[in-house]
């Protein structure tokens, strides 16, 4: 089974650039997650996608950050414009369902990002 | 809002030795679940090993158990018989079994001593 795609695996930016991320995860998982890990810190959620539907966006700062998963399959995260605190991995993670449920995630390899 | 503490941010372990990595967390809910992930360097994270919280009887996976302690809200991981693969960052994890977010500590770096 092909795990969690992502790509890039490295971006440097400056700042005040734009910035997108893929994510393709794995084949019938309904929940889609990305996380922003930033060095020295655990992984903190930014937005859950369940199917091609928001289930949380609380701490996405939607300012500068949005997310889409069209057709409920592959999704890209978008900052723009970057800032120097954006320096991050950003890592995409699936599971089967999210809410009311457990099932486990599956991660990806995640994304670094330098913003210079 | 839940928060979870991870108190060692480095810990080391000779090859073949035990050690335990420490976690709390604070929640007021009484049914969720904990997760120990492992992320080795440049690597995907994985689980590790997960308990739910209505479960007396502490999770274990072969090298890999847990001492769950609800009462006092602390969830250690105890691996066994280290082995060099095991070095990563360890991170603990809490959610809450009607809830979307997963919660992670700051992780504890560990290092496998040959």
């Known amino acids: 089974e092909a795990g969690v795609a992502q790509s890039p695996r490295y971006k440097i930016i400056e700042k005040r650039q734009s910035v997108a991320f893929w994510c393709n995860p794995i084949s019938g998982h309904a929940t889609l997650y990305w996380y922003q890990q930033i060095l020295g810190q655990g992984p903190k959620l930014l937005i859950q996608f369940q199917n091609n539907g928001v289930v949380d966006d609380s701490q996405l700062p939607k300012d500068r950050f949005s997310a889409e998963r069209l057709k409920g399959v592959d999704s890209t995260l978008k900052i723009q414009p970057a800032k120097l605190e954006d320096s991050a991995v950003y890592l995409c993670a699936s599971s089967l369902m999210g809410w009311r449920s457990y099932n486990e995630q599956f991660f990806g390899p995640g994304t670094r990002l330098t913003v210079l | 809002a839940q928060t979870v503490t991870q108190s060692q941010p480095e810990m080391s372990v000779q090859e073949a030795e035990t050690v335990t990595l420490s976690c709390t967390y604070d929640?007021?809910?009484?049914?969720?679940?904990l997760f120990w992930y492992k992320q080795p360097p440049s690597r995907q994270m994985i689980l590790v090993i997960r308990?739910?919280?209505?479960?007396?009887q502490n999770a274990t996976e072969n090298r890999f158990s847990v001492n769950f302690q609800k009462a006092a809200k602390s969830f250690s991981l105890k691996i066994s018989d280290s082995q060099l693969g095991d070095a990563a960052m360890y991170f603990c994890?809490?959610?809450?079994?009607?809830?979307?977010?997963?919660?992670f500590g700051t992780g504890t770096s560990l290092t496998v001593i040959p």
């Open positions: 929640t007021s809910e009484s049914d969720y679940y």
């Open positions: 994890a809490y959610k809450r079994a009607d809830g979307n977010q997963f919660y």
């Open positions: 308990q739910e919280a209505y479960k007396q």
